[in-house]
Nanobody
Framework: QVQLVESGGGLVQAGGSLRLSCAAS????????LGWFRQAPGKEREFVAA???????TYADSVKGRFTISRDNAKNTVYLQMNTLKPEDTAVYYC????????????WGQGTQLTVSS
C-alpha cells in the first residue's frame, strides 16, 4: 500500500504560478510512475502530467509549456510547477502512483484545490 499526500494548492490570480507537492510513503518500489490528474467541477478527472523513475515525463496538451513535473526520488516526492495559470486550470489536483509495469494507477492522494481567479 502506498500513501500519497498532496500540498501546495490555493488561490492564485491568472498569470501567476504555484507549485504542488506530493509525498509518497509506504510500499514504494523504485520502478514507478507518479502522475498528476485534475478534476474541475462537473467534469471528469483528466490527466495532467506523469514522470517515471528515470525522469521521463509526459504532459497533457493543455498544460504543455506551462507546467513542469519533477521528482525527488530520495524524498519520494513529486512536484508540479504551474506557471502562466489560467482560470480553466481551476480544479482539484490529485497525485497518483503506479508500478511501472501496471496499466492503471494504483494509489491516489486526497487532492488539493487550485483556484485561479481572472
Amino acid at each position: 500500500q502506498v500513501q500519497l499526500v498532496e500540498s501546495g494548492g490555493g488561490l492564485v490570480q491568472a498569470g501567476g504560478s504555484l507549485r504542488l507537492s506530493c509525498a509518497a510513503s509506504g510500499s514504494i518500489i523504485s520502478l514507478n510512475v507518479l502522475g498528476w490528474f485534475r478534476q474541475a467541477p462537473g467534469k471528469e478527472r483528466e490527466f495532467v502530467a506523469a514522470i517515471n523513475w528515470s525522469g521521463g515525463s509526459t504532459y497533457a496538451d493543455s498544460v504543455k509549456g506551462r507546467f513542469t513535473i519533477s521528482r525527488d526520488n530520495a524524498k519520494n516526492t513529486v512536484y508540479l510547477q504551474m506557471n502562466t495559470l489560467k482560470p480553466e486550470d481551476t480544479a482539484v489536483y490529485y497525485c497518483a502512483y503506479k508500478r511501472a509495469y501496471v496499466f492503471e494507477y494504483e494509489s491516489w492522494g486526497q487532492g488539493t484545490q487550485l483556484t485561479v481567479s481572472s
